[in-house]
């Protein structure tokens, strides 16, 4: 079997329409739909919807006495950078990435968890 020119064209035309068509059908990844929920005492401070290529974030708490903590939030999750904490805890966590998981800082009653935008994380394949 020999290709001749005007096939390998067909077949760049077709990958291309190929390519093309799973973008226009893939609008967002469903499993990618996070968001980094930062409380404080109980109240939500702030919330991050997680996007892919999204800047990272530095976000700065200040609390009495002079204690603070710094959170990290890029498209990976997100992570204590710093923290003005006896025990640490919340720094040693690391990095929270999937829906569910969290980091909870006792002492200065701060809670970062991820939470899903989607309803289910299963349905995300539609072709
Ligand atoms: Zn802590």
Redesign the pocket.
Known sequence: MKLKKGDLIIIVILVAALISWLVINNPGKPEDERLIVIETNGDIYKEIPVETGMEQQEIHIQFENGKYIDIIVDENGAYVKD?I?P?????KTGLVSRVGQSIV????RVVVYIEGRAESEIDGISF
């Open positions: 923290v904490c025990d640490k805890v919340c720094q800082c006792l002492p200065n």
